[in-house]
């Protein structure tokens, strides 16, 4: 029996060589978006990436981009606010969205994120994945969940990214692993294959590179 969501295979050469092509090509910041009517033309195919603030959303596009300081990674929670576009060549969006989940954040502030954020995941045509990061030391939190059942309601399909992995034990992998797939089982927009990364050590950088160039 094989198991449900089961970490995404390696690529093989070809795609493997697809996805190089693709973030060979560059990756440049183009704008940061509050609002709807700011963001860029729906003329190429885009993924986001999603998740709790201080998840790795923007260290994970820095080693995607080979790019160290493209998509500012913070110490501080919550410093990305806007929905930042990258360009990668002509072919794709690669878009950093705010990170939730942090308590400090006034409700005033909190509510208009959730707008955006909801006026995106559901409005934008050509939005082709969400990513949803996941710290591999913590699994599926509560916040995580309102995404999820965004992302089922939009019926845009996500795939979840276990991130930071390298702060786990490999041997400690399988368990949150099976308490992410439980969870996972839930939700009917989701991906059904999982890629564990460490944007520190370069774990599964290629496989989501391969991926995100094999979207069509
Ligand atoms: N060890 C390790 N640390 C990581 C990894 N990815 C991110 N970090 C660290 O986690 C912290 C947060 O990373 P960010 O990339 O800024 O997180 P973010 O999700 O963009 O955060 P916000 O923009 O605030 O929502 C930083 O100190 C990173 O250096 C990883 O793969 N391994
Ligand atoms: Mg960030």
New binding site residues.
């Given amino acids: 029996m094989t198991l449900p969501f089961p970490l995404a295979p390696e690529p093989d050469a070809a795609q493997r060589e697809a996805g190089r092509m693709m973030f060979a090509a560059g990756a440049e910041f183009l704008k940061g978006v509050v609002a709807m009517d700011g963001m860029p033309p729906d003329d190429r195919l885009e993924v986001c ?1 999603a ?13 995607l981009t080979g790019r160290k300081n493209l ?10 606010q806007e929905i930042n576009f990258f360009t990668l060549g002509t072919a794709r969006y690669l878009v ?1 969205l ?3 989940g ?1 308590a400090e954040a006034p409700v005033k502030v909190v509510e208009r994120w959730q707008r955006l954020l909801k006026a995106y995941l559901s409005g934008r045509v050509t939005l082709r994945r969400a990513f949803v ?1 996941i710290d591999t030391r913590h699994g599926i939190m509560k916040a995580d969940e309102e995404i999820l059942a965004l992302l089922d309601r939009a019926a845009v399909t996500f795939q979840v990214v276990m ?5 786990v034990k490999t041997s400690e992998h399988d368990k949150v692993l099976a308490q992410v797939r439980a969870a996972l089982s839930k939700h009917p927009a989701a991906y059904p294959e999982i890629v564990l ?5 370069g ?1 599964g950088i290629e496989t989501l590179r391969a991926i995100i160039a094999g979207l069509v």
């Fill in positions: 990436f998740g709790r603030s201080n998840v790795g959303k923007s260290s994970l596009i820095n080693a998509a500012r990674a913070s110490n501080t929670p919550g410093r990305t950093d705010p990170g939730y942090f990061l991130t930071k992995a390298d702060k990364t460490s944007a520190e050590k774990d």
